[in-house]
């Protein structure tokens, strides 16, 4: 039914179910464990189906690796956030979205994803409050904008062809006139899902307003970057080489643009946004080497930034819950009390830019030597963009835990059992594959 | 045991020690102040055993192929390449941090950042030996990194002073901006040469051959080479940050800022001298900001009146000599001054806290004693220029003002100005000041 | 506003430290003393920004360890209550109880508290009225409160780390090769020259400053201060800005203070410099720095700041919060509001500060009473007869030698111990062969008379001369040779293999490699004989002569009482401290030496007592005879290494030398012990199992490079004892009481009981406040820990690379302190004891406000009085049952931390 094969259906099913009953009775007696139900059933489905046959069908089983990095991201969220954090209404938005999204995955009939594709934005606009209108009608924009040109992408692109279209088998279209402009528009509204450089205003007016986890999920969810691996590369690869130099350009600028961004930003929320914004456009940069070093590196890179940046969101969102606005030129002294926090925070914030004896480090390796194959000076310019973020995130670290604290208040943020295995599990994930890299590329060679 | 076996256990050691001592941390174990200094004491004790054993055998060199590989594209071995020279310097390591962990095992007592010390110490144990021996230009950049990391951590080891996390963001960005130099080498070697190992690199005429097409990138590698080196050696246009960095416990200054992690730079070039010394134009360079750099850190160190940032600008001014030895072609001799400023200089640092009584039980040292006029050398010049000279070595020739004002002021600014057009497209006051909707309503409850 | 009378009045608020080289313990806070000890402390606090006591949970654990009584605690809160004016009792119970409760509840609010955990609390919170939180913001000026919070600018970091460079190097001591050219035209012509050459590559401001500067000199600092402080543009009130600017870097200026009022003091040379050019040069900087950082900030994002300055209220999530930890011992279920607002109140008002505040005083009142009930169960208890002394010891009245004589004591009954002045009366400047400059060996508050020499037995041969210039001149060359200089090329090289193992020695074997280096130096340099020429007729300058050296062996034998029956050795032992890479060495020296070791004073001491004219002297004048066949011995004991001297035992006659040195070896034993007791605090050496190895650590202590803590010093310090050796003979003490000996009856009208009170109760005051406020708030008031601790200029220690000059004592150095007032006891007439005391200014500030506890024990009848509020009072002592033991050795137990005191039971020799 709509173009999935039946053992990924049967998971997505239950994956589905567990989540609603999860909700329901997560509303009754508050245990975190129900919340936990939900994202824990995804990832043993898809790790499980990930470890033992990658070979079944190509590359109709990306979506299996982008929903385990999906929910590896709800998991931690949950298990990281206190019951107060988020209320009611968000957690139930948030469950929404990612069923949507983990749904989009598996989908080959091009309407029914770009439906999906539609969809999974509405949560997100809904929690904008009244006020808001000028944050919100941005965001609106954007994404109308990109839905658009998907439909007008994949409109053309059927039409054209003999064959009903299926998004997993597109290389055999025929290389004409009319295809460049749709693939033109398919490549746009990648960017603008995915926030590169000139279209990332949405991310921008979200995170300043939405709340937190929400935004950030449909950020993570890469819908974007998913479209891209799936249909986008292939094509290029196939009939529209001609469009790797453009990609290229757009993700190093971008990325030498939100690493030079990071760096004068008033909130500390904004500076780690842009952070990640350089660390992921870098991996679009990856993708148009176009080489078997490139996309395994883009993927280990993918999964290695998921993890890095969930932990660090997550401890930012705790901070942000306890102490209200963090200003990024103020000393806010947490170190003092919360040791453990701050070990965890700088421990992820060197992952996340890429120190040695880390996944961040092998995976950009790999992205830096394919790049610098085809294009030096760009290489040059990803390494430039590598040093900036590692700068900026340094100074996060050091405004944030720093300092003295002229405050009688107690400033100890609880650091439950949930919230040290979320951390155990992350940081033995960062470190493991990172002194052993080997151990995840065979699987990640076996996609491509 | 073949030699082989022991530079693995040389090279492997510290690194079960770390991940022993490390998962006993992160477990909060309750560990003692016993521990961390008998285990590294025991560690440099059988580490002096195997590197007798090494050094007898003199060359080594073991690979660990397939870190990274993905199969006929890309590889990337953990090669190490074991030579008499950096067996020398090595053994100074050993012996130095044998006297610093029993320095600290008294000096750190009591003091809550005991462990966090040690760690770091073990930490950098594990690292040097990568740089030392490591044949790969990957391999030493994983070492160079972590070395980096270990001594900005230490440098913000006393967390609640400000100006203690500013100096420590001081010394990062210098070495992060460094070590781009040293990632762009690896990565343009393996694009022009296909190959990143040191000993190839080391004779340029052989490979240009091989790839004639790519033979002038080869000359950008030792650039970027030469590049990396001026971080950690605090070498000129970045000299800055070495008396800023004096903010850690003692032993911790005396070891990275006295001795070993400022080495790192000649080192670096000294490993690659066959690749800089076969362009010349790479030779006069390295020699001119030698020079440059001796000068400058040995006006500035005469004017500076607090112990530590006199020993941290000494330090640079041996630094800075050693890179012209290494411009100069005298290799054997470069390790030796680097091993003898590494003593003398630990030496100087674990007593610079009895200056006071050294001057006191100095005969010559009495009210009224005459004050030490000019240096020798600059008292040919007349009066007024020495003056002048005096308060410009003072105030470092405007140095921090040229990074600070001219390079990195224009550049922070035009951002800030990009930022606050983006912020009143997005937002619509550019400032953002209101706190965002969800944080308001529990807030204000 | 005359500024040369504000500028004299804010001097006395800048610390007093001297330079390290002749550092002294005194009170940190001698400015406030004029108010009494608790107003003193706040108001201290607030213009420092201090801690008014440490953390509660060390007093907690102190009030399980018993070390606090809770009489003590309800007095405290009565007076902090009547200071809040609160009700005496409210409809829950009295108030002291629930005041009582809150201390142990000890609660810290948190700053996010969700409503759904407060729910049953929530709604009742929300109609109370929520509290204003009491903040603590950190001690700055408002202006730069206001650019760091809204603009994230931190002014200090922009200018200081320069200000600081130019004013270490202009008053540097010798520390850098090359000298400041212009100290001797003023500070600023310094700035003006230094301004010139840099601004070019210079910082920002320095363009704005050079028109400013044309209009200063020398002269006009005063003026030009009187015209500009008016009309700088953020200064409200001037002489409270010009306070808040001297105490910005109040480490500095108090040492430029110094040099403009005592430049004796100064080591080497004393440049020209005075506090209003201080200023006049840091303003300047400040608003040049001012006016840079406003033209590249808005000023609208500054209005930011301003819409969130309203106090921050507690929300009323936080105030439920309260009311629920409050439930545990209070029914609230039917509670009326106005006493749930009050309670709400109480509770935000006695927060972590006052809480901390009234256990500090608590702990502070609960020592005292325990010394006091000390003495007087002790007085109770039977003293056998004793036979006349064998031999009599006089000892420093310091606090740590108070274990090795009771130690002495118990080992030698017959053995009498006393405790003078460590000086012993001799006011000199003491000029020994091998240093050119005279050093003086008195106390601070007693300006030395004349200059002593020290001179060699046979005339110098003229290469020793010149070999000690030449040691002199190796020693300079060596360390300026070796940094950054072009001979430091060969010198490395040459010097590296030889340093390393030097380094290696001197870290791994502290105490042989020391040995190596005084072997070596007096190879090079012999010791030569020396002989001190006390006696006016044959020293060319300075000397006593027969009347003085009478009165000043008079008064040192009348401290003690003993006039008659002179045994035949009196052994006079001299104190100091050895310990290596120890900035503070001078604050473990001699107190009363001003920090120096007090051999020269104990030799002269023992030189004039046995001349046979002032023993003649003494009886005609001073009706003191000692027997031509006693002797007086000079010896030194060393407390960081326990090492005892022994000197002149040639001047000694034949039949007293083996006695001489069976009396010495005694002393070494007791020595021995004394270091066993001592190790106890050290955890490296308190299980350590045989006495060899003890022994041999405490010589490596001192000796070793790594050694932060040589010896603990005066940590624990509680009580001076000014009486009788029988008040606390056989008492375990636990080094925590200056022992002065004074005998009443010998001195009716206190003629010297003057001397004993002036010389002991400022000096003993004052250590005991000097400890006390390091130990409370040590970034503040001390010095932080050493291990970044940096030289700066040979005068002070600077936190790493640049900080303010640190003041008072490191970390290390107190850490296992009870921060206490000091208890004077005295046995004497109450009446006599006022009259002195309110002739002597100083002590009778620090008795009447409160710095120090004054009590008096009636020689005769025993009962206690205790100075409060204006007068003595009687004082009903505590009736403690004292812990018996049969020897020191056994007592302390393999822990550190201060012991109740306990009685060595009958003095029988078991050790």
């Known amino acids: 039914m709509f173009g999935i094969t039946d053992s990924y259906f049967f998971l997505l099913l239950i994956w589905t179910m567990m989540t609603l009953i999860g909700l329901v009775i997560y509303s009754f007696h508050q245990k975190r464990f129900w919340l936990i139900l939900s994202p824990l059933s995804a990832i043993i489905g898809s790790g499980w189906e990930l470890w033992n046959h990658p070979h079944s069908d190509g590359p109709l089983n990306i979506g299996l690796f982008f929903l385990f990095n999906l929910c590896l991201m709800r998991l931690l969220f949950t298990m990281m956030l206190n019951r107060y954090a988020t209320p009611m209404k968000v957690k139930i938005i948030g469950a929404a979205s990612m069923l949507i999204m983990g749904w989009a995955y598996f989908i080959n009939d091009p309407w029914v994803f770009s439906i999906l594709w539609g969809i999974s934005v509405i949560p997100q606009v809904i929690s904008f409050t009244p006020e808001q209108s000028r944050a919100r009608n941005i965001y609106i924009g954007h994404h109308v904008l990109s839905f658009v040109l998907l439909i007008v992408g994949l409109k053309f692109l059927s039409s054209t062809t003999a064959l009903p279209l299926d998004l997993s088998h597109i290389e055999q279209l025929t290389h004409g006139q009319a295809e460049h402009i749709l693939v033109g528009c398919l490549i746009l509204a990648a960017f603008i899902r995915q926030g590169v450089f000139p279209f990332h205003l949405w991310f921008k007016a979200g995170y300043k307003t939405l709340p937190f986890p929400l935004n950030i999920g449909l950020y993570i969810g890469n819908l974007g970057f998913f479209l891209f691996v799936k249909t986008i590369m292939p094509l290029l690869q196939g009939a529209f080489t001609d469009f790797f130099p453009y990609v290229m350009v757009c993700g190093i600028v971008s990325g030498l643009y939100f690493a030079n961004m990071s760096l004068v930003q008033e909130k500390i929320r904004s500076t780690v946004f842009y952070v990640m914004l350089a660390q992921f456009s870098i991996l679009f940069c990856g993708l148009d080497s176009a080489s078997l070093t490139g996309k395994s590196g883009v993927l280990f890179q993918f999964l290695s930034l998921g993890l890095s940046f969930s932990g660090l969101i997550a401890c930012l969102y705790i901070l942000e819950w306890h102490m209200g606005e963090l200003h990024s030129r103020r000393f806010h002294g947490l170190q003092h009390r919360n040791g453990t926090l701050s070990i965890f925070f700088l421990l992820f914030s060197l992952c996340a830019v890429a120190m040695p004896l880390t996944m961040g480090f092998a995976g950009e390796d790999l992205i830096f030597h394919a790049v610098i194959e085809k294009y030096p000076f760009v290489g040059l310019g990803l390494i430039l963009t590598a040093c900036l973020n590692g700068i900026s995130l340094f100074k996060v670290v050091t405004f944030l835990f720093r300092g003295t604290r002229y405050d009688s208040r107690d400033d100890r943020i609880e650091f439950g059992i949930w919230q040290k295995t979320a951390l155990g599990i992350l940081l033995v994930l960062l470190f493991g594959f990172g002194l052993f890299p080997n151990l995840l590329l065979k699987h990640v060679l076996s996609f491509i | 045991m073949s030699e082989n076996e022991l530079f693995t256990f040389v090279l492997v050691l510290p690194l079960i020690w770390l991940v022993f001592y490390g998962t006993l941390l992160a477990f909060r174990i309750r560990v003692g102040e016993k521990i961390p200094v008998i285990g590294l004491k025991v560690l440099t004790g059988i580490l002096f055993i195997l590197y007798a054993l090494v050094m007898k055998t003199g060359d080594v060199s073991i690979s660990f192929p397939g870190w990274i590989d993905i199969p006929s594209q890309y590889d990337f071995p953990l090669e190490f390449y074991f030579n008499r020279t950096m067996g020398v310097a090595g053994l100074g390591m050993l012996l130095l941090l044998s006297v610093i962990i029993k320095y600290s095992e008294s000096y750190l007592h009591k003091e809550n950042g005991f462990h966090r010390f040690f760690f770091l110490l073990s930490v950098f144990m594990a690292a040097f030996p990568f740089v030392l021996y490591g044949d790969n230009i990957d391999v030493v950049f994983i070492g160079w990194e972590i070395i980096g990391i270990t001594s900005v951590l230490l440098i913000g080891f006393y967390e609640n002073r400000e100006h203690v996390a500013v100096n420590s963001w001081w010394a990062i960005s210098t070495y992060r901006f460094c070590d781009v130099g040293l990632l762009a080498a690896t990565t343009l070697a393996h694009y022009a040469v296909h190959t990143t190992n040191i000993r190839e690199l080391n004779d340029p005429a052989h490979l240009s051959l091989l790839h004639p097409e790519h033979a002038n990138w080869i000359f950008f590698v030792a650039i970027c080479i030469v590049f990396a080196s001026l971080g950690k050696a605090a070498q000129l246009p970045l000299t800055s940050w070495i008396t800023r960095a004096m903010e850690g416990p003692t032993p911790s200054s005396a070891l990275y800022y006295g001795a070993l992690s400022i080495g790192l730079g000649p080192l670096l070039l000294l490993k690659f001298r066959g690749l800089i010394l076969f362009y010349p134009s790479v030779q006069v360079t390295i020699i001119f900001i030698g020079v440059l750099t001796a000068i400058y850190s040995y006006l500035v160190a005469k004017t500076r009146s607090d112990a530590k940032s006199i020993l941290g600008l000494s330090a640079v001014f041996e630094i800075s000599v050693m890179v012209v030895e290494v411009g100069l072609g005298l290799y054997h001799w470069v390790v030796f001054h680097y091993v003898a400023n590494a003593f003398l200089r630990v030496f100087q640092f674990l007593r610079s806290m009895n200056s006071i009584q050294d001057f006191y039980d100095n005969p010559l040292f009495y009210r009224g004693a005459p004050h030490r006029p000019a240096p020798t050398i600059l008292r040919w010049l007349p009066e007024s220029w020495q003056k002048h000279l005096y308060y410009r070595a003072m105030n470092g020739f405007g140095l921090d003002w040229f990074i600070l004002q001219v390079l990195v002021g224009p550049w922070m600014r035009f951002w800030i100005k990009v930022n606050r057009f983006e912020n009143s497209i997005a937002m619509g006051d550019v400032h953002h000041q209101h706190v965002p909707a969800k944080l308001q309503s529990d807030l204000a409850e | 506003m005359d500024i040369q009378k504000t500028l004299n009045d804010l ?763 390091s130990r409370i708030d040590n970034e503040v008031y001390g010095s932080g820990t050493k291990l970044p601790l940096n030289i700066a200029s040979l005068l002070g220690v600077m936190t790493g690379s640049s900080s303010d000059l640190r003041i008072g004592l490191a970390r290390q150095m107190v850490e296992i302190h009870e921060p206490v007032r000091n208890t004077i006891v005295v046995e004497a007439e109450p009446e006599v004891v006022e009259r002195l005391i309110n002739a002597h200014g100083r002590m009778k500030r620090m008795t009447h406000n409160e710095w120090i506890h004054f009590a008096i024990i009636h020689p005769v009848t025993g009962e206690m009085s205790l100075f409060k509020d204006g007068g003595f009072k009687p004082y009903k002592p505590l009736s403690l049952d004292l812990a018996r033991t049969i020897s020191s050795k056994i007592y302390a137990p393999h822990r550190s931390g201060p012991l109740p005191f306990a009685v060595v039971s009958e003095q029988r020799s078991v050790l």
């Open chain 3, 11 to 773: 001097r006395s608020y800048l610390p007093i430290q001297f330079p390290l080289g002749v550092f002294i313990h005194n009170n940190m806070l001698f400015r406030f003393e004029e108010s009494t000890f608790h107003d003193g402390v706040k108001e201290a606090g607030q213009l420092f920004g201090a801690q008014l006591s440490l953390p509660e949970e060390y007093y907690q654990e102190k009030f399980k360890a018993k070390r606090i009584q809770e009489k003590n605690i309800r007095d405290e809160i009565q007076r902090w209550m009547k200071i809040q004016n609160l009700p005496e009792t409210f409809s829950l119970g009295r108030m002291e109880d629930y005041v009582r409760q809150l201390m142990d509840l000890s609660l810290s609010i948190p700053i996010r508290v969700p409503e759904e955990s407060v729910t049953e609390f929530f709604e009742r919170a929300q109609r109370l009225r929520q509290p204003i939180l009491p903040q603590y913001h950190r001690r700055e000026k408002e202006w730069k409160r206001v650019f760091r919070k809204s603009l994230g600018e931190d002014v200090n970091s922009q200018f200081h780390p320069l200000f600081i460079r130019f004013i270490s190097a202009y008053i540097d001591q010798g520390m850098s090769t090359w000298h400041n050219p212009d100290t001797h035209r003023g500070l600023i012509e310094s700035f003006k020259s230094f301004i010139m050459s840099n601004d070019t590559f210079g910082p920002p401001w320095i363009k704005q400053v050079e028109i400013e500067l044309e209009k200063v000199s020398a002269q006009t600092a005063e003026s030009w201060l009187e015209k500009n402080i008016t009309h700088l543009p953020y200064v409200a009130e001037p002489r409270m800005y010009l306070l808040d600017t001297l105490l910005e870097l109040r480490g500095w200026a108090g040492m430029v203070n110094k040099f403009e009022t005592e430049p004796h003091l100064m080591p080497r040379f004393a440049p020209k410099i005075s506090v209003s050019e201080y200023l006049v040069v840091y303003l300047m900087m400040e608003r040049a720095t001012h006016d840079a950082i406003l033209r590249s900030h808005s000023l609208e994002e500054m209005k930011s700041y301003y819409q969130s300055l309203e106090s921050e209220r507690l929300s009323a999530s936080q105030c439920a919060y309260v009311l629920k930890a409050l439930s545990k011992n209070y029914k609230l279920d039917h509670v009326d509001e106005k006493t749930l607002q009050l309670m709400l109140d109480v509770a935000s008002m006695f927060h972590s500060h006052e809480r901390g505040y009234v256990w500090q005083t608590a702990l502070d009142l609960s020592m005292r009473d325990e010394c006091l009930g000390t003495l007087a169960s002790y007085r109770n208890i039977k003293h056998p007869f004793k036979p006349k002394p064998k031999a009599k010891f006089y000892f420093c009245i310091d606090d740590r030698e108070e274990s090795i004589r009771r130690i002495l004591e118990e080992s030698h009954p017959d053995y009498e111990t006393h405790g003078v002045v460590g000086f012993f009366g001799i006011d000199m400047k003491f000029k020994s062969v091998n240093h050119p400059e005279p050093i003086t060996q008195c106390p601070p508050v007693v300006n030395p008379s004349r200059v002593v020499e020290e001179i060699a037995l046979s005339d110098l041969p003229k290469e020793q001369v010149a070999n000690r210039r030449k040691w002199g001149k190796g020693l300079y060359g060596i360390w300026y040779g070796s940094r950054a200089a072009f001979r430091s090329l060969p010198f490395t090289i040459l010097a590296g293999p030889v340093t390393s193992l030097v380094l290696l020695l001197r870290v791994f074997f502290p105490y042989f490699a020391t040995r190596l280096h005084l072997r070596l130096k007096n190879w090079i340099v012999p010791p030569i004989k020396t002989r001190i020429r006390f006696n006016k007729e044959d020293a060319t300058q300075g000397g006593y002569n027969v009347g003085e050296m009478a009165t000043i062996v008079a008064t040192i034998l009348k401290f003690t009482g003993s006039i008659k029956d002179f045994p035949e050795l009196n052994y006079i032992v001299a104190h100091g401290a050895s310990s290596s890479n120890n900035p503070y060495k001078n604050a473990y020296g001699c107190g009363a030496c001003s920090g120096k070791a007090g051999i020269p004073n104990s030799q002269i001491f023992c030189g004039m007592a046995n001349m046979p004219n002032v023993r003649e002297e003494l009886r005609q004048k001073h009706n003191i005879d000692i027997p031509s066949s006693s002797y007086f011995v000079a010896c030194y004991h060393d407390t960081s290494t326990d090492e005892i001297l022994f000197f002149n035992r040639s001047d000694l006659p034949e039949n007293l030398r083996e006695m001489a040195d069976q009396g010495v070896n005694d002393l070494r034993e007791a020595g021995r012990h004394n270091s066993l007791e001592r190790c106890r605090h050290f955890s490296s050496a308190r299980d350590f199992l045989n006495e060899k190895i003890t022994f041999k650590h405490v010589l490596d202590r001192g000796a070793s490079l790594a050694e932060l803590r040589p010896e603990y010093g005066h940590n624990n310090t509680a009580m001076t004892v000014i009486g009788r050796r029988d008040l606390t003979r056989g008492l375990y003490l636990d080094r925590r009481s200056f022992l002065t000996s004074y005998d009443a009856s010998t001195d009716p009208e206190g003629v010297t009981l003057a001397g004993v009170l002036a010389g002991a109760v400022p000096v003993a005051g004052g250590i005991a406040l000097d400890y006390y406020f």
